[in-house]
């Protein structure tokens, strides 16, 4: 499994002329997930790769927030993990 999820074609570098989407997941009340994507050009072909994965277990009190609030709790928490990617790029937001 390890293998699978570092190596070609599921990680890719980000390409800073290209935008980002941000997908995040908030569904489950144990946890928090996103991935980082782009949709580079390969082989003439654009192709979703993602840049990076990155998850939170959630503390105790912030698994009884409404599903409202954890899902601006887990922007903010994304945003701030990858604001060296995201600071001044456009990018989109995708939630469940």
């Not at 390890?2 to 390409?15: A, F, S």
């Not at 941000?22 to 050009?41: E, V």
């Not at 599903?67 to 790029?89: D, M, N, P, R």
């Amino acid at each position: 499994m390890k293998y699978e999820v570092t190596n070609e074609p599921v990680l890719i570098l980000p390409d800073f002329e290209l935008p980002f989407k941000l997908y995040i997941d908030a569904a489950c009340r144990k946890g928090l997930g996103a991935a980082l994507q782009q949709r580079p050009i390969v082989d003439g072909e654009p192709r979703e790769g993602v840049i990076c994965y990155i998850s939170k277990k959630l503390k105790d009190s912030e698994a009884r927030y409404g599903a409202t609030q954890t899902g601006c709790l887990f922007l903010v928490w994304a945003l701030e993990k990858l604001h060296y990617y995201l600071e001044g790029e456009v990018f989109d937001v995708y939630t469940d």
